[in-house]
């Protein structure tokens, strides 16, 4: 098992079942400190990067939780991926096979839908090229994601819970993790299973921009408990999460179409 690095569905759309990878060559995931995505937003205005990851402090609470006390913040856009932009696909409810969710899987959930200055903005157009240039596997095909703005808080009464259906898949192809934000926290480990649920890599995202990418077809993934940290009163975790997916349309077809394979990164050894 590997540790941290040092220092750092719409209509039409075909998602590929867990289980099921494209290819097995290589490693099913890379974990990259912040400077890959920090170096990528260099050319992007300092403004622009404040506005988007301030828009957390704009996120409505998750309806679907069923609890009294909210403690999970999201909202939820669909793209088509294109070489030069991100084409905005119509809001439609997330949903997620009973068989990888076991706690809201079967169920449309429909969140909020992302910000026109968000979904629209050159931050994430420029986030969501560079994660696709550095899925761990083939990209051919991956025409599609499925972006999620997510934060999750935690009080000295209430703990958050990032994942509450425990060590799971998604149901995409890869599915990327990007620390936002985390303040006052303890716990929120992220921890990488083989599809045998045995342990293959475990980190603490610390940084923002600090990234997981990992193949969702060959990995099990799971998410600790959020806790104030000690002498902290509350606690936030702000999430980027990015589902990449054939989605059958006429985007991208693979490695012609644009983009270039991008090397870094912590793989498992």
């Given at each position: ?30 974990h ?15 403004g ?32 088509r ?15 997620q ?7 809201h ?45 997510i ?8 703990e ?30 992220s ?21 997981i ?46 983009f ?10």
């Amino acid at each position: 098992m590997t540790s941290s690095p040092p220092g750092a569905p719409a209509p039409h759309l075909t998602r590929t079942p867990p289980g099921t990878p494209g290819a097995q060559a290589g490693p099913p995931f890379v974990h990259f400190g912040p400077e890959l995505l920090g170096a990528a937003l260099g050319g992007v205005p300092a403004g622009a990067v404040e506005e988007f990851t301030g828009s957390w402090d704009d996120l409505p609470a998750d309806t679907h939780l069923g609890t009294g006390t909210p403690y999970r913040f999201r909202r939820y856009g669909l793209f088509r991926i294109r070489p030069d932009r991100l084409e905005r696909l119509p809001h439609t409810a997330f949903f997620q096979d009973k068989s990888v969710n076991k706690v809201h899987g079967g169920v449309p959930r429909l969140f909020a839908p992302l910000t026109g200055a968000v979904a629209g903005g050159e931050v994430l157009r420029t986030v969501v090229h560079t994660l696709r240039r550095h899925l761990p596997g083939p990209r051919a095909g991956m025409d599609t994601c499925g972006v999620h703005q997510i934060r999750v808080t935690a009080t000295t009464r209430t703990e958050g819970h990032p994942a509450p259906e425990g060590v799971h898949q998604d149901g995409h192809c890869y599915v990327a993790q990007v620390l936002i934000r985390r303040e006052g926290v303890s716990g929120a480990e992220s921890a990488l299973y083989d599809l045998r649920s045995r342990p293959v890599h475990r980190a603490l995202l610390t940084a923002p921009l600090e990234t997981i990418v990992l193949d969702d077809r060959r990995l099990l993934h799971g998410v600790s408990p959020v806790r104030p940290a000690p002498g902290a009163s509350s606690g936030v975790r702000d999430m980027l999460l990015v589902d990449f997916f054939p989605g059958g349309g006429d985007g991208p077809a693979g490695d012609g179409d644009g983009f270039t394979d991008g090397e870094g990164g912590t793989l498992p050894g």
